[in-house]
């Protein structure tokens, strides 16, 4: 099974920057939406942003807005966090969109396959 696969994650200061790259090149994936979830200990999964195969749309969580940024070329999905808070703390997910559609979906289940996750750990 074709999987994402996640890298750049690590230990990073508080108000800090990091950028996650997340691997999903081919026809698996260009004509389809892809995004980003974490999930932190005893927490469950949440979005945390999303782009659009084609059209250019983005969406974000409100928590992230303003300090995130995903983007996205041939080869990659990437996330840059900048301003970084200890809650920010996750494994960090890449997954894709289950169908063809452009519009942002910010649902686990509107997603199939997923990455293997990269930790994300914000020291204060």
């Known amino acids: 099974q074709v999987q994402p696969v996640e890298s750049g994650g690590g230990l990073v200061q508080a108000g800090g920057s990091a950028t996650l790259s997340c691997a999903a090149s081919g026809e698996t994936f260009s004509t389809y939406n892809m995004a980003w979830f974490r999930q932190a200990p005893g927490k469950e999964r949440e979005f945390v942003a999303a782009i659009s195969w084609i059209g250019g749309r983005k969406g974000y969580e409100d928590s992230v807005k303003g300090r995130f940024a995903i983007s996205r070329d041939s080869a990659n999905v990437y996330l840059q966090m900048n301003s970084l808070y200890p809650e920010d703390t996750a494994v960090y997910y890449c997954?894709?969109?289950?169908?063809?559609?452009?519009?942002?979906?910010?649902?686990?289940?509107?997603?199939?396959?997923w990455g293997q996750g990269t930790q994300v750990t914000i020291s204060s």
């Open positions: 997954a894709r969109g289950i169908t063809h559609n452009t519009d942002i979906a910010t649902g686990p289940g509107e997603y199939d396959y």
